[in-house]
């Protein structure tokens, strides 16, 4: 399963930092990445991390937030800096891992997290 942890309430231009982890029997991930949605809206990529280190963000969060790994731990991070309010949404992790070395990568999501940023 896959767990998120560190949402909360901050005042705009705060930052805030997100942490995911992994757990259970799996092969090998071969990437992580945060999704988010707000109210009303759909689910929406933010950034990704793949297991060689690649890192892709969405153009909103682009120079604002960063994503970084523990892979040998299975843990993803998101440090979020200069919050906006259009930030605000419940932040989703999500790990794509092969269960055996024959088999494709299957996605395993977490329940969220909420962030929220408000004066």
Not at 38 to 62: H, L
Not at 82 to 107: G, M, N, Q
Request: charged fraction near 20%; glycine fraction near 10%.
């Amino acid at each position: 399963r896959v767990v998120e942890s560190g949402g909360g309430l901050v005042q705009p231009g705060e930052s805030l930092r997100l942490s995911c982890t992994a757990h259970g029997l799996f092969f090998s991930i071969t990437s992580m990445a945060w999704y988010r949605q707000a109210p009303g809206k759909e689910r929406e990529f933010v950034a990704s991390i793949s297991t060689d280190g690649t890192t892709t963000y969405a153009d909103s969060v682009k120079g604002r937030f960063t994503i970084s790994e523990e892979n040998a731990r299975g843990t993803v991070y998101l440090q979020m800096s200069s919050l906006k309010p259009e930030d605000t949404a419940v932040y989703y992790c999500s790990c794509d891992s092969k269960r055996t070395i024959l088999s494709s990568p299957l996605r395993d999501w977490g329940q969220g997290t909420q962030v929220t940023v408000s004066s």
